[in-house]
């Protein structure tokens, strides 16, 4: 199924913690073929001085009502006029892209986000065929978003914030070390900032599974034409080093194919 661009109306805003929302959209055409891991590129009305889409991940997806989610924060310019839009707007979105995460783990799916990197794990969470554990990490509790819908769903949550206002006091890797430690039979899935993506990947390659890492670039044209997104990657068949573009490519590569 290839992407759509589409008129999508905006149905609900739903506010969160400190600058966090989540937005619902009637768009059936994206809504019918999203896969967890992969985004929409967003084209906000109102932006005259900058009229380049914005990328989210597809925060959830319902085919039998069409209904698409985003959960985002407001962190500039784009963000804050999204903000800004009343219920009823109608707003151009191309989607879904992007390599999505894999829906087949052969042991324990264990899924690490920080702030609105816990957007398409929630996605990959209703979608993976056994449950497992959802490490969540911030720098403060504001950040430790929608976990009560995990636990709901059957997942265990273990949470973590720099400075211990909810969960234990340090990085996400502390809980994940220790998951790690009594149950290495498990597979990695990631989003966030590049540093935890990093140390997630350390991990898998430590313990020799599967990690799954769902990058964050800056976009452009988020369908592959203007290089703006590249990533270096090592290929698996005979391990040259090339540039993949982060928006078709990947978003999720596997923590071995990433040069960092
Ligand atoms: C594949 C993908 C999925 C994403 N999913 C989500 C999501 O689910 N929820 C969400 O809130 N955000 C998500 N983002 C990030 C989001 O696209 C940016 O926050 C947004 O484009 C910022 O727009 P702006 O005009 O408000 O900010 P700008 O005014 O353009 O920038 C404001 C600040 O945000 C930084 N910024 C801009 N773009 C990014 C980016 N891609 N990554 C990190 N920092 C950035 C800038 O460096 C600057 O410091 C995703 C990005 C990618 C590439
Ligand atoms: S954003 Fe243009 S190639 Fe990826």
Not at 4 to 19: F, K, S, V, W
Not at 153 to 168: K, P, Y
Not at 184 to 210: H, Q, T, W
Request: hydrophobic share 40%; charged share 20%; net charge neutral.
């Amino acid at each position: 199924m290839t992407m759509q661009d589409t008129t999508a109306t905006l149905l609900d805003i739903r506010p969160l913690a400190q600058g966090y929302q989540v937005l619902t959209f009637q768009a059936p055409e994206i809504a019918a073929i999203a896969q967890p891991g992969q985004f929409v590129h967003v084209q906000i009305p109102t932006l005259e001085a900058s009229r380049l889409r914005r990328p989210f991940s597809i925060y959830d997806a319902d085919p039998a009502t069409g209904k698409l989610y985003v959960l985002y924060k407001v962190v500039g310019f784009g963000t804050q006029r999204l903000a800004a839009l009343p219920v009823g707007s109608q707003l151009q979105i191309l989607g879904p892209i992007g390599r999505p995460f894999p829906l087949n783990p052969t042991g324990t799916p264990y899924l690490v986000g920080g702030g609105y990197g816990v957007a398409p794990l929630w996605f990959l969470a209703t979608r993976l065929p056994r449950k497992g554990i959802l490490f969540v990490g911030g720098r403060t509790a504001a950040d430790i978003l929608e976990t009560e819908r995990f636990v709901q769903l059957g997942w265990d949550v273990r949470i973590a914030t720099q400075d211990g206002s909810a969960g234990e006091q340090g990085l996400v890797t502390l809980p994940l070390d220790a998951a790690l430690e009594q149950n290495p039979d498990a597979e990695l899935y990631a989003c966030g900032p590049d540093g935890m993506l990093r140390a997630v990947g350390e991990r898998a390659m430590a313990k020799n599974i599967k990690g799954w890492l769902s990058l964050d670039k800056h976009m452009v044209c988020g369908v592959g034409a203007c290089l703006a997104c590249v990533q270096k990657i090592r290929k698996e068949d005979d391990g040259s080093e090339v540039l993949a573009r982060v928006c078709v490519d990947g978003p999720v590569f596997e923590s071995r194919e990433i040069v960092w």
